[in-house]
Nanobody, 122 residues
Framework: QVQLQESGPGLVKPSQTLSLTCTVSGGSITTNFWSWLRQPPGKGLEWMAT???????YARPSLRSRASISRDTSKNQFTLQLTSVTAEDTAVYYC????????????????RGQGTQVTVSS
């Protein structure tokens, strides 16, 4: 059974770049679609970006200028970078795997990590 684990800083200063890594076990990132999502406090789940089995990237249009997703197949990891963060980027961040991109309900995903809290504050 595939398992995902997010890692990264819990606190980031405004204007800095947030970098989160998802380590995958029990499955290969060269199959399926691999995504980053987040849930700000008091708000719904937001899809951010996806990288597919070929390495093709997809990003939420409103984040396209700031969010990038990449992968390291040798480590079976994929990474999200979000530049110029503000307090509005404070959220629980999740990595997940599914069969497409852009989905914002958990029933569309096959597995997800437990989530990691990221707070943007000086």
């Amino acid at each position: 059974q595939v398992q995902l684990q997010e890692s990264g800083p819990g606190l980031v200063k405004p204007s800095q770049t947030l970098s989160l890594t998802c380590t995958v076990s029990g499955g290969s990132i060269t199959t399926n679609f691999w995504s980053w999502l987040r849930q700000p406090p008091g708000k719904g789940l937001e899809w951010m970006a996806t990288i597919d089995f070929r390495g093709q990237n997809y990003a939420r249009p409103s984040l396209r200028s700031r969010a990038s997703i990449s992968r390291d197949t040798s480590k079976n990891q994929f990474t999200l970078q979000l530049t110029s963060v503000t307090a509005e980027d404070t959220a629980v961040y999740y990595c997940a795997t599914g069969r497409g991109f852009g989905e914002t309900t958990w029933d569309k995903y096959d597995a997800r990590g437990q989530g990691t809290q990221v707070t943007v504050s000086s």
